[in-house]
């Protein structure tokens, strides 16, 4: 039976410890590979994944929104198994860890598939997925492109080249730390007097300070050394005691290429957001927008034909709600945008997280005496200077 490998954690931002106390060498390098690309990855996805699974998943019929079947499994129940976020959850983490994400209605229900394969040899003709698999179970059915909800990253060669980088960077850091370990590792000499070549039992107690308890002595952060007569122990010192910027560099580039690809501020990557505003303006535009929208179209498309799609019908991820507000920060601006008719109350009410009011005059557009149209406003003054 394989020896199971103990796992590793991440202690703090800049200098990383691995708890392995036995583990091979090879095993110790490949685990300082992949720490900083799969914290990097990790930081990344949950950051979109949460993100989306803020959104709204919004369905129109005839152009009025409404709370159908499709709404209720995007924002709420998708199967059994899961509640929306952790289906958008699942659903991200396979788009980016993977390079696409399928959803396959069976059922009442949507699930994520954990894998299948695609046939797209024809591309006259629909594409087929088959070996779909949810949770090690695989269905025996084939299903057409127009039968499910999929989409693939919209440059399958960036998690070819991310991978490529973190190998190379892999390699890097595994000799950046092993020049750390070998140069500020504590090391001892042992000196002895006299050796005593077949002497059985100086080679027994010699065999037991250095098995037993010079190892331990050494290992341990407090101890104690038996002092033999003969037999002294000195500790070395080192002159070329080297520092963690190597690694900490090789962290910060693996870092920069992850954020590049998935369109992520670097400064959301490293968690120190000082302008936090502009910064997740910049993080919609480039990132969750373009996401939204096509998680938009293709459910929009598989969901509804043609003919419902130009009577109205539709399905629109609404990013507008991920930014956190503070009501008594931007009431004026709230008075605002209700005073001038560009939303009623309950569609402000909602968009602040609040419960919508059942009052007629929630639902009305209101607009302040004060705006009036340019032309009556031209006739008015016209008519005043007699004219």
């Known amino acids: 039976m394989k020896k199971e490998l103990k796992k590793f954690s991440l202690f703090d931002f800049l200098n990383r410890k691995i708890e392995t106390a036995d583990i091979s060498p090879v095993t110790q390098k490949l685990l300082d590979q992949l720490a900083f690309k799969e914290l990097a990855l990790y930081i990344g996805i949950s950051y979109i994944a949460n993100t989306l699974s803020k959104c709204e998943f919004k369905t129109y019929e005839n152009g009025k929104e409404v709370k159908n079947k499709l709404y209720y499994l995007l924002n709420v129940s998708p199967n059994p198994n899961q509640n929306s976020s952790q289906f958008i959850n699942n659903f991200i983490e396979n788009y980016y860890y993977k ?222 709600c991920i930014n956190h507000i503070d009501i008594m920060e931007v009431g004026d601006s709230i008075a605002k945008a209700i005073s001038s008719g560009i939303t009623n109350i309950n569609e402000m009410r909602k968009r602040l997280g609040m419960k919508e009011l059942e009052d007629e005059f929630a639902e009305a557009y209101w607009m302040t005496k004060n705006y009036a149209l340019a032309e009556n406003v031209m006739n008015e003054i016209d008519e005043e200077r007699g004219e």
């Open 99 to 320: 390079g696409h994400a399928l959803v396959v209605p069976h059922g009442q229900h949507i699930f994520c598939a954990d894998d299948f394969d695609i046939d797209d040899t024809n591309p006259l003709k629909e594409n087929l997925f088959y070996n779909v698999t949810f949770h090690c179970q695989q269905m025996k059915k084939k299903h057409r492109a127009s039968e499910v909800f999929y989409i693939q990253l919209d440059n399958s060669k960036v998690k070819a080249l991310i991978d490529s980088l973190y190998i190379q960077y892999g390699e890097v850091i595994s000799q950046a730390l092993a020049a750390y370990k070998k140069t500020n590792g504590e090391k001892y000499k042992l000196v002895l007097e006299q050796y005593q070549a077949g002497d059985a039992r100086f080679k027994e107690i010699y065999e037991k300070i250095l098995k037993e308890q010079l190892k331990s002595f050494v290992e341990s952060d407090t101890g104690v050394y038996p002092q033999y007569k003969g037999i002294n122990l000195e500790k070395m010192q080192g002159n070329n005691a080297k520092d963690t910027s190597d690694i900490i560099s090789m962290r910060k580039e693996i870092f920069e290429v992850t954020a590049q690809a998935l369109k992520i501020p670097l400064s959301m990557m490293y968690g120190n957001i000082t302008n936090m505003n502009e910064i997740v303006k910049v993080y919609l535009s480039i990132c969750i927008d373009p996401l939204a929208d096509m998680l938009s179209e293709e459910f929009t498309r598989k969901y509804y034909s043609y003919e419902e799609w130009k009577q109205g019908n539709y399905v629109q991820v609404d990013t507008s």
